[in-house]
């Protein structure tokens, strides 16, 4: 089975949104790892550096509810292979950049608070799948 595998274009600098990284992140062990890049890279080389098939959260990204995400989650769950999700760098990713990628919202969101949204919606799918309470529509 596969895991959804988060990457991080370094460590978040803000002890709450770092702290609400570790979190989501601990709440999802089995089903999600982050890997953290360095910070330093700019976002061709951590471009270069991430899988061929990874699919990048950007503002001209695909858009979709918490519950069609929950679906894509499941989908990435039972997979035999892993899923690479990336957060871009505080400039974001390269334009024209070939790659998949999904949205969060229309509006933008600094790179570290767009990582803490990604690993919230990650749980609430988690917990969407599971048919628990958390996700109050």
């Not at 370094?10 to 910070?39: C, F, P, Q, W």
């Not at 997979?79 to 999700?85: A, Y």
Request: charged share 25%; net charge neutral.
């Amino acid at each position: 089975m596969g895991r959804i595998i988060v990457h991080l274009h370094g460590r978040a600098s803000d002890s709450k949104m770092s702290a609400l990284i570790d979190d989501y992140s601990s709440r999802l062990k089995s089903k999600v790892r982050t890997e953290i890049h360095n910070s330093k890279l700019s976002g061709y080389d951590y471009l270069a550096k991430l899988p061929d098939d990874v699919i990048l959260l950007d503002e001209v990204g695909e858009e979709m509810s918490s519950f069609e995400f929950s679906k894509r989650f499941e989908k990435w769950t039972i997979s035999t292979s892993d899923v690479h999700l990336a957060v871009g760098p505080a400039d974001g990713f390269p334009k024209n950049h070939g790659k998949d990628s999904i949205s969060m919202s229309k509006m933008t969101f600094p790179h570290e608070l767009a990582a803490v949204l990604l690993m919230e919606q990650l749980y609430r799918a988690h917990e969407i799948s599971r048919g628990s309470s958390y996700h109050k529509p």
